[in-house]
């Protein structure tokens, strides 16, 4: 496809983005003066308001417990938008207009009391720009507050009830329970006061431009799919890397939370749902949540009683980089307890055991301070059936005959997003050798434009009232009732994780995992 009708095929306009509908909704922010809303929402409402997908009088509203002016608040989120961008300058003018739409609202969410004050301040302002009274709520609060601010939402009338024509739309930021019981005991409070309907548990990878891709390619080519399955499947691997350590302030959070909890739990999971499931019969909200809800009742994860087996935590440590930089050690991080065990990474080996991956091992694996930040999922094809052919290999002076390497197929989620396809060909000269050769789809040389940031897509679709693209309560549980026997393993056996150095693709055992089974990890480069 060439790149203009790419384009013209991208570019939906913001009318059929929303349907008929076209509503206006007034959006609050739960946790105004975090770090979520500067980072992510409000420039990402900045660029949604510029590419003409926020309906025209939106309103969006901050709500914290701090004293701030409107125009402070502004000022502090012009800031935020100028650093985050991905649309360009942000000019002053430009931001004059949008910020027309920012106000904020000193409420201590906490305090049920202060509810009413609310809600007669957003009435008013409702009033003042015509708006009807439908409302999103979107909770960028510290978990614990997700229940007590409904339960106030609700007490001071401000739930509409879910059919009703000014609706109210609840997002919740992860993490959504920290356990299967917890997850359970939230998602049924909650629905005390708010229909499923009415409820959106993000989860950011499903905004990727790249996971979504995912099932287009999966089910809008007729290539590849009949290849994806235990006939044509060696193993599966999914990565979720990230170079970084502890984010300023996020060492309290992550400690209670590690690696299992904080990206396996959610991210890999649904990697390995969209990778697996069967094609829904249509392309809509719940048949698709129906056939991903199905892949997780079917994850089978090794034995119970020995889950040291196959799942490996593990624990970054001071180190040096080849670059000569020293990479602190978790344990030396702010808010870190000096003896804390928290894992930073976690690998597993897992199956799916239905008709169509039985037997397929599909590793997962995600960790702080590896290499590279690099989120990719790597079907491994199996050999074919006889070796014919061989090719010469040669480390420094040593060489040796090998067989050709088996197809990959890589789904590159970030960075340098695409997706790619490794093939043995023929080297050109007298005999038969084998050269391995990459085809691949490279997005940022496809197409002109950047790729829309994962909440932009989000919102918009919470606006429109499609859930498709967030975690429903039966699949939040399911991925719950997987990981939690492994970190109750990790809790009782209270053991010091695998360590490994910063800046390394973690512990030894975890490369031991997959030899075990004759399999290697790949080393993803950032280049494709
Ligand atoms: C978040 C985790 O959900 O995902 C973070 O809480 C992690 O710890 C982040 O860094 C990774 O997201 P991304 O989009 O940068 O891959």
């Known amino acids: 496809m060439s790149q203009n009708q790419a384009g013209a095929a991208g570019k939906f306009s913001a009318t059929q983005a929303w349907g008929e ?10 946790g105004a003066s975090g770090d979520l809303t500067a980072r992510k929402l409000i420039p990402a409402l900045y660029t949604l308001w510029k590419t003409d997908y926020l309906p025209k009088k939106s309103q969006i509203v901050g709500i914290a417990r701090r004293e701030k002016s409107d125009e402070e608040f502004r000022q502090e989120m012009f800031e935020a938008v100028r650093s985050a961008s991905r649309t360009g300058e942000v000019t002053e003018e430009n931001w004059a207009q949008f910020a027309s739409r920012v106000h904020y609202r000193q409420v201590d969410i906490t305090d049920a009391t202060q509810y009413e004050k609310l809600k007669e301040s957003l009435e008013k302002l409702e009033a003042a720009f015509e708006l009807s009274g439908k409302r999103i709520v ?3 609060t510290a978990p614990k507050l997700f229940l007590p601010a409904v339960e106030a939402l609700d007490t001071s009338g401000m739930i509409p009830c879910y059919d009703d024509e000014n609706w109210m739309r609840v997002v919740f930021e992860k993490p959504f329970g920290h356990d299967l019981a917890s ?3 939230l998602s049924h409070s909650l629905s005390q006061h708010l229909h499923e309907s009415q409820i959106y548990r993000i989860d950011h990878y499903l905004g990727k431009e790249t996971v979504q891709n995912i099932l287009l390619f999966r089910f809008g080519n007729s290539i590849f799919e009949p290849l994806l399955n235990r006939n044509h499947v060696d193993h599966i691997q999914i990565t979720v890397a990230e170079s970084q350590g502890m984010e300023r302030g996020r060492g309290g959070y992550y400690d209670q939370s590690g690696a299992l909890r904080d990206v396996m739990q959610n991210h890999v999971l649904q990697l390995l749902c ?11 909200g719940d048949d698709i949540r129906d056939e991903k809800m199905k892949v997780l009742q079917a994850m089978r994860p090794g034995d119970e009683n020995d889950i040291d087996r196959w799942a490996v935590a593990g624990q970054y440590t001071a180190a040096e980089t080849g670059e000569g930089e ?3 050690g978790y344990r030396q991080e702010d808010r870190i307890p000096e003896v804390s065990r928290r894992e930073t990474y976690i690998a597993l080996e897992a199956f799916v055991d239905n008709w169509r991956w039985a037997g397929v091992p599909f590793y997962l694996r995600t960790g702080k301070r590896l290499p590279a930040r690099v989120s990719e999922i790597s079907v491994q094809f199996k050999h074919p059936p006889m070796n014919l052919f061989t090719t010469v290999e040669c480390e420094g002076d040593m060489c040796a ?3 050709a390497k088996p197809n990959t197929l890589v789904f590159r989620i970030q960075p340098h997003e695409g997706i790619q396809l ?8 007298m005999q038969y050798q084998i050269h391995p050769v990459k085809m ?5 040389e496809e197409f002109n434009t950047g790729l829309p940031e994962a909440y932009e897509r989000l919102l918009l679709d919470v606006m429109r009232g499609d859930s498709t693209l967030f975690t429903r309560s039966d699949e939040l549980e399911a991925a719950w009732r997987f990981v939690t026997p492994i970190l109750e393993h990790l809790e009782e056996r209270n053991e010091d994780p695998e360590f490994y150095p910063a800046g390394s693709w973690g512990p030894e055992a975890a490369d031991q995992l997959l030899e075990k089974n004759g399999h290697h990890w790949r080393k993803p480069s950032v280049e494709l």
Request: one cysteine or more; aromatic letters at 10%; a negative charge.
């Open 440 to 444: 691949d789809f490279a997005y940022d």
């Open 274 to 284: 969209l990778i697996a499931m069967e094609p829904p019969a249509l392309f809509r």
């Open 401 to 403: 005959m090998v067989e």
């Open 138 to 140: 979107y909770m960028a």
């Open 422 to 429: 490794t093939c043995s060909t023929k080297r050109p000269g």
């Open 183 to 185: 997850a359970q005991s």
């Open 21 to 30: 509908m076209g509503e206006d909704a007034t959006i609050l922010i739960f």
């Open 326 to 328: 020293i990479l602190i």
